[in-house]
């Protein structure tokens, strides 16, 4: 019973950043819960890590949670990737999270549904030791 209530609550559990290379090796991969399982529009998630090889290009991926608590139909995220010389690139990303009739879009047999967002294509890293932070905006669409 505990764990169905904790389900029902859960906004978005958490934020995953994955780094892959090219030939599908994970690099880096981290998890972050949130406070009360909601990620609230001025809360930034920061995310560092180290690039050992920069040389060969990688994918990286944002991963979502939710579940029917979530209320809109897509997600807007502004993400910065700041650079250890204190270059940035800033980017908005927008993902839809359910299709035209307002069922949830993602992989899971439950009422959690997991995305697994591209977020930079074949990105080389010029230099190591990056640092990565991402922040979510206001924008939203409601669900049907």
């Given at each position: 019973m505990?764990?169905?209530?904790k389900?029902?609550i859960?906004?978005?559990?958490?934020?995953?950043?994955?780094m892959?290379s090219?030939?599908d090796?994970?690099?880096f991969?981290?998890?972050k819960?949130?406070?009360?399982g909601?990620?609230?529009?001025?809360q930034?998630?920061?995310?560092n890590?180290?690039?050992?090889?920069?040389?060969?290009p990688?994918?990286?991926?944002?991963?979502i949670?939710?579940?029917?608590?979530?209320?809109?139909s897509n997600?807007?995220?502004?993400?910065?990737?700041?650079f250890p010389?204190n270059?940035?690139v800033i980017?908005?990303?927008?993902?839809?999270?359910?299709?035209?009739?307002?069922?949830?879009?993602?992989?899971?047999?439950s009422s959690?549904?997991e995305?697994?967002l591209?977020?930079?294509?074949?990105?080389?890293f010029?230099?190591?030791?990056?640092?990565?932070k991402?922040k979510?905006?206001?924008?939203k669409?409601?669900?049907?």
């Amino acid at each position: 019973m505990e764990r169905i209530q904790k389900n029902k609550i859960l906004l978005f559990v958490g934020f995953f950043f994955l780094m892959i290379s090219c030939q599908d090796v994970s690099e880096f991969n981290q998890y972050k819960t949130l406070e009360d399982g909601s990620w609230k529009s001025n809360q930034d998630l920061t995310f560092n890590f180290e690039v050992k090889d920069t040389i060969r290009p990688k994918n990286l991926f944002i991963n979502i949670r939710n579940n029917n608590e979530y209320e809109y139909s897509n997600l807007f995220i502004i993400t910065t990737l700041k650079f250890p010389n204190n270059t940035a690139v800033i980017d908005t990303l927008q993902y839809e999270m359910a299709d035209e009739k307002g069922v949830f879009l993602g992989s899971g047999f439950s009422s959690i549904k997991e995305n697994k967002l591209f977020y930079k294509e074949e990105k080389v890293f010029p230099t190591s030791k990056l640092r990565f932070k991402c922040k979510t905006s206001n924008a939203k669409k409601r669900r049907n």
